[in-house]
């Protein structure tokens, strides 16, 4: 089983739309998250960055931890076309220095 | 504020022949560094993280090799290169210290294309 398991979509959705992005882990150890997006021949950029169960707002974007059930989700309200890219889950594995492990990413595409 | 510089952006090489990669970060110091390959619809593989200079510990066993000349400096090299070395290549920094828990935040990648 991966570590971090993330479905690959692609996810296409009308403008204004709620989206919602998902991920499952496997390892309850170092459970600090972090959303990241990836538009087209570029890097990630940091989207959100939680550590505790809960809700973590941030403009138009909540991202949603569940320890219980191992699952980490990323909501995008009032979508917009230029929120059309790719979403990677990372979960944060610390073993000397930080590492990430990341799903496989959602390709997500918002139409006008 | 940091920035994270990365080249070239795009490059064609044929097969056998060496690579350099070079990756600078400003705006911090004693940054942990990291090299991760993205292949086509697949998520991030890190390659190599360093936390300090000539500290680089090796994730998979691969055809490539990292070196750390400098503080804020992080180069990816090879000798010979394979088709399998295809890829996007990332670079990334987080702020230092061993037990770190800080996000890591990346450069705009090398699309590397080996024919």
């Known amino acids: 089983q991966k570590e971090v398991e993330q479905d690959p979509g692609p996810l296409s959705v009308p403008e204004g739309a709620i989206v919602s992005l998902n991920c499952t882990y496997s390892n309850s150890a170092f459970q600090y998250f972090m959303w990241y997006r990836q538009y087209s021949r570029k890097g990630p950029e940091l989207l959100m960055y939680?550590?505790?169960?809960g809700n973590k707002e941030d403009g138009r974007f909540t991202a949603q931890v569940d320890k219980s059930s191992k699952y980490i989700s990323l909501f995008i309200r009032d979508s917009q076309p230029s929120d059309s890219a790719t979403y990677l889950c990372?979960?944060?594995?610390?073993?000397?220095?930080?590492?990430?492990?990341f799903g496989q990413g959602t390709r997500l595409t918002i139409n006008p | 504020s940091q920035t994270i510089h990365q080249w070239p952006a795009t490059l064609v090489q044929p097969v056998g022949s060496p690579l350099s990669l070079e990756c600078t970060v400003e705006?911090?110091?004693?940054?942990?560094l990291y090299w991760y390959r993205q292949a086509a619809g697949r998520g991030l593989q890190l390659l190599f993280y360093?936390?300090?200079?000539?500290?680089i510990s090796s994730e998979v066993p691969q055809n490539l090799s990292a070196s750390r000349p400098q503080d804020r400096q992080f180069i990816l090299s090879s000798k010979k290169l394979l088709l399998s070395d295809s890829g996007f290549y990332l670079c990334?920094?987080?702020?230092?210290?061993?037990?770190?828990?800080?996000?890591?935040?990346f450069g705009d990648g090398t699309r590397l294309s080996i024919l």
């Open positions: 705006g911090t110091s004693n940054p942990n």
């Open positions: 990334a920094w987080s702020a230092g210290g061993s037990y770190s828990n800080q996000p890591q935040h």
């Open positions: 939680t550590y505790s169960s």
């Open positions: 360093s936390i300090g200079i000539d500290q």
């Open positions: 990372a979960r944060v594995r610390i073993q000397g220095a930080q590492k990430l492990v």
